[in-house]
């Protein structure tokens, strides 16, 4: 899509594009409209499943004194605990980055042998990104499980998600930042996240 964006097919790239470094080298991102936050998610009958978090959401981008707290409440809860994410993506770099040395990190290819190995108990728990975990606790199978601790976004899960406009159209970014904005302030993101992914996946 960058391409044709460069070639002049289009103006505007709204595809669920995350905004990541490599990507502004190439284009002008907009502020961020959605960000996916990430969860631990374990079975009920285990004893991880009473970890109460002292903050709901968690923003690695910034990592302000509250964040650390829990970030070391996480660190205590799961020390010496095994926690399965898929293998080479952003969530398994989250664990080694934060958690690496308290815990046990069982890396996947595919999101089945993980789901199946969650599911048969050979991890204490599993980590990734709530559009993954929708789909399983909305189903028969999830009413045995429950996600915990708080909603994490940021640092190495991504800037969030954002519109694309060619790198010298900054002025057009603006004007798309400030109606993201306001569709953000009045509540439309997060009444459409929720109506078509069953969460608030809007940005903060």
């Known amino acids: 899509m960058i391409p044709a964006l460069h070639a002049g097919k289009f103006d505007v790239i709204m595809a669920a594009m995350s905004i990541t470094p490599e990507r502004r080298e190439a284009v002008t991102f907009t502020r961020s409209y959605a960000q996916v936050p990430a969860r631990f998610v374990v079975a009920k009958a285990s004893p991880l499943a009473g970890f109460k978090s002292v903050i709901r959401r968690m923003d690695l981008s910034t990592l302000a004194a509250r964040d650390r707290v829990g970030i070391n409440g996480i660190i205590k809860a799961f020390r010496g605990k095994t926690i399965g994410v898929k293998s080479a993506s952003k969530h398994e770099a989250f664990l080694h980055q934060f958690l690496g ?42 009413d045995d499980f429950t996600p915990i601790g708080p909603r994490i976004v940021g640092g190495p899960l991504g800037q969030g998600v954002g519109a694309a406009v060619r790198r010298d159209e900054k002025a057009l970014a603006d004007i798309l930042s400030s109606a993201i904005q306001g569709a953000i302030d009045d509540g439309s993101v997060a009444i459409l996240a929720k109506r078509w992914f069953g969460f608030d996946a809007s940005a903060r």
Do not use: N, R
């Open 101 to 142: 040395v308290d815990v046990e990190i069982k890396t996947y290819d595919k999101d089945e042998d993980l789901d199946l190995d969650f599911q048969l108990g050979q991890v204490d728990a599993a980590f990734g990104p709530m559009s993954y975990w929708k789909p399983l606790l909305g189903s028969e199978i999830g």
